[in-house]
């Protein structure tokens, strides 16, 4: 398995889907309605949802050698312990995504407004172009979700499309979305970020 690294603030623990324990702290983020105000819909019921997003993340570490990681308190921060779970976050290749590197965070509220998104956000830029430099590093947010969007921009991306989502996506369907990225993006990556929803 890969190894755990460190950012100022951060201990990133890549996401291995056969630690019981990391699925567990998944889940309570996944679980979690503040998590998803923006797309309440998404709440995760089940663990076996988080397992599967693990195993997702887990297959980018071995495919492309970086994914998403679990995010921990390296010393503590208010009333939160050295060793708190505070998020899982980074850049992912997904099995059934573009080819482009997916750059996202979901952080338990206790931990919002110190600016650990965006310290991990520059965490996974930065490791994702040093994995696969050639591959762009892309995300997709709803243009309702400022703290998400301003996070990308801080990090350092770019909104490239603003527009709806594919109606044929109950998720989204009529909401809003942009892409942001590293850099100008060929209409086919384009088309295919759309087109996920
Ligand atoms: C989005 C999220 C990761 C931001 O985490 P964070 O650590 O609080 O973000 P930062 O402290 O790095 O702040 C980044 C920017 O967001 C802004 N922000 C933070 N919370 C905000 C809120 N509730 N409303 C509006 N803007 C907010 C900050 O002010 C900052 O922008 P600024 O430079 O204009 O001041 C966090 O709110 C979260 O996990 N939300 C739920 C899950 C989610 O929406 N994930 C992303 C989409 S999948």
Redesign the pocket.
């Known amino acids: 398995m890969p190894e755990e690294t460190e950012t100022d603030r951060l201990i990133l623990t890549p996401i291995d889907s056969t630690d019981a324990a990391i699925v567990e702290a998944i889940f309570a983020l996944q679980s979690d309605p503040a998590?998803?105000m923006?797309l309440p819909a998404a709440v995760e019921t089940d663990i076996s949802q988080s397992r599967t997003r693990a195993t997702d993340h887990a297959h980018s570490w071995t495919e492309f050698g970086l994914g998403w990681w679990l995010l921990r308190l390296r010393a503590p921060l208010g009333d939160l312990d050295a060793g708190t779970v505070i998020?899982i976050g980074g850049a992912a290749i997904r099995p059934h995504q573009a080819a482009a590197w997916n750059l996202?965070?979901?952080?338990a509220p206790a931990?919002?407004?110190?600016?650990?998104?965006?310290?991990a956000g520059r965490a996974g830029l930065a490791a994702a172009n040093t994995a696969r430099p050639d591959l762009p590093v892309t995300a997709r947010?709803?243009a309702h979700?400022?703290?998400?969007w301003?996070?990308l921009e801080?990090v350092g991306l770019a909104q490239i499309w603003e527009g709806d989502a594919p109606a044929d996506y109950a998720l989204t369907s009529g909401v809003q979305r942009r892409v942001y990225a590293d850099r100008p993006l060929s209409s086919e990556v384009l088309d295919r970020l759309i087109a996920l929803g």
């Open positions: 998590t998803w923006h998020g996202g965070y979901r952080l931990a919002w407004g110190h600016g650990l998104a965006t310290e947010v709803l979700n400022r703290a998400s301003r996070t801080r």
